[in-house]
């Protein structure tokens, strides 16, 4: 069965860059979690959509943004890039907002030198 | 503070015996409870949840018992295998609110020996 797509799998990057992530749902899924799992932590709530809108903030960063498209794909755009940030990027999809199961992609690494 | 705790870092079994996985939980707001297992490298996969309403919940292999009392909940596997070892990440999350706030334990590393 399809599971949800991270893409890049690594992606290393110096501080001040930008990146981007992409997370593709499970299809017919309409709800894109983005998490943050630093080293040795749990992952942290970052921000989620729902039908292309977002629906909760957590901890995320000023200068990150994200965004859900039509196709119900998401891309969570990062800039300025410390070296806090270096940590691993899951992203989930579920079918509805409540009390659903959240099914996670494999992650981004993301490195920041 | 952790809301979610799983106490046993980690758990080794022999092959065709049971696994059992411990997790406690604070908040008595919890009403649905997952449990996520993770290769290294990879992202947690879903493994079997369980709504407060019931106590006990199957798929295959994997029971997982809920407490409510005791904010108590275990995952049995049996039998275990040695494709089952990796972390195993029990978490919570409250009315309404799905996986938006999911709440994790610091996960219990399970190796099963062959």
């Known amino acids: 069965a399809a599971g949800v797509i991270q893409s890049p799998r690594h992606l290393i990057k110096e501080k001040r860059e930008t990146a981007t992530l992409k997370c593709y749902p499970i299809?017919?899924?309409?709800?894109v979690y983005w998490y943050q799992q630093g080293p040795g932590q749990d992952p942290q709530f970052l921000i989620s959509?729902?039908?292309?809108?977002?629906?909760d903030k957590g901890s995320i960063p000023d200068r990150f943004s994200a965004q859900q498209f039509s196709d119900y794909h998401s891309e969570l755009n990062m800039s300025s890039l410390e070296l806090g940030d270096s940590a691993l990027y899951f992203c989930a999809s579920s079918l509805g907002l409540s009390n659903t199961e959240a099914f996670f992609g494999q992650g981004t690494r993301l490195t920041v030198v | 503070d952790q809301q979610v705790k799983q106490n046993s870092p980690s758990l080794s079994v022999q092959e065709g015996r049971i696994s059992i996985l411990n997790c406690d939980y604070t908040n008595s707001m919890f009403d649905y409870f997952l449990w996520y297992k993770k290769y290294p490298a990879e992202g947690p996969t879903f493994l079997i949840s369980?709504?407060?309403?019931?106590d006990k919940n199957e798929d295959g292999r994997f029971t997982v018992f809920l407490n409510k009392s005791a904010k108590h909940l275990s995952l049995h596997i049996v039998p275990s295998q040695p494709g089952d070892s990796a972390v195993y990440f029990c978490?919570?999350?409250?009315?309404?609110?799905?996986?938006?706030?999911?709440?994790f334990g610091t996960g219990t590393r399970l190796t099963v020996i062959p």
């Open positions: 978490a919570a999350s409250a009315p309404g609110t799905g996986a938006n706030n999911l709440f």
């Open positions: 299809p017919r899924h309409d709800t």
């Open positions: 959509f729902y039908e292309k809108m977002q629906s």
């Open positions: 369980i709504s407060s309403i019931k």
